[in-house]
């Protein structure tokens, strides 16, 4: 369990992060997200002992943090952080001899995750040379490569086309199966949605909402009705939204006793649909809204 008490992290007058709070167990993962400036960043670095937190307490397993556990934790910044002239593999030695590990072991775990990745031929390549997305996976294994135990990803899908950001929640999947905590920061709230379990959204520093993902969306009321077909729908009683995407239609509702009323005029039409919970960035877009009224 990881466990954030009161972490608070002032610059004279300036807030970065105020009285944040939040536990993580293993096999779960967390959702720290906010736009640029809110304190993400900044929560990441303290809990890695690279900056000094001004207030509150960091815990792992009951005890507070003293940051002497070099391989604790791994971390994929948000910045790219290779260094372009070395080989692949000199690169990834580098760092994992920072963490005390034996060149065997090393050896056998980069040559682990460059099989995983499918991308075992660039293993003497050098950094340079690489595309932004396999740079980015290169970055992911410096993280992995110590087999850490809290897993800290900042915006790992920078770069990413499709089929890596598929391979990613895949690599997410299975670190949740061995027990491992991630924490994981993303404005592309769309691909993460189905992986986090807990989520903290940060606004300048401060804590918007936090909590048990699906229990935050099923506290909203609004509904989403998805239909398998394109019709020109009308926003009628109890519809706030419409969006056509391809071949389907989504209707927002206020709530579920309105999207019960539609489902049931659906049935009769025999047409196929869906009932969901409104989106994690629909959830976000509200809570910001509400702030500003």
């Not at 939040?22 to 002992?49: A, D």
């Not at 936090?210 to 998805?226: A, D, Q, S, V, Y």
Request: charged residues 30%; aromatic residues 8%; hydrophobic residues 35%.
């Amino acid at each position: 369990m990881l466990s954030v008490e009161h972490l608070s992290k002032y610059y004279g007058n300036k807030i970065g992060v105020k009285d944040l709070s939040f536990r993580i167990g293993k096999g779960k993962v967390m959702g720290i997200l906010g736009s640029n400036g809110s304190g993400k960043t900044t929560t990441f670095r303290m809990l890695l002992g690279l900056i000094e937190k001004s207030e509150g307490k960091i815990l792992y397993e009951g005890k507070e943090l003293d940051f002497s556990d070099k391989c604790l934790f791994g971390y994929l910044p948000e910045e790219k952080s290779l260094l372009r002239d070395l080989k692949v593999k000199d690169q990834v030695f580098y760092l994992a001899r920072l963490k005390k590990m034996d060149d065997q072991i090393i050896e056998q775990q980069l040559d682990y995750w460059l099989k995983y990745f499918q991308i075992e031929r660039y293993k003497n390549a050098k950094v340079a040379t690489l595309s932004k997305g396999n740079t980015q996976l290169i970055q992911i294994i410096c993280a992995l490569v110590h087999q850490p135990k809290i897993i800290i990803f900042d915006e790992p899908l920078n770069g990413l086309d499709l089929e890596n950001v598929a391979m990613f929640k895949k690599l997410c999947q299975k670190l949740k199966k061995e027990g491992k905590i991630l924490l994981v920061s993303s404005h592309q709230y769309n691909n993460i949605e189905d992986l986090v379990d807990e989520v903290v959204y940060l606004d300048k520093g401060k804590t918007c909402f936090k909590g048990n993902l699906k229990m935050l969306k099923k506290k909203h009321p609004e509904r989403i009705i998805i239909i398998d077909r394109e019709e020109g729908y009308e926003e009628d009683k109890g519809i706030i939204d419409i969006e056509y995407i391809g071949n389907k239609t989504l209707l927002k509702v206020e709530n579920e006793e309105i999207a019960k009323s539609y489902i049931r005029k659906f049935m009769k039409e025999k047409s196929t649909f869906s009932l969901e919970l409104i989106s994690l960035q629909m959830m976000i877009k509200e809570t910001l809204n509400e702030r500003v009224d």
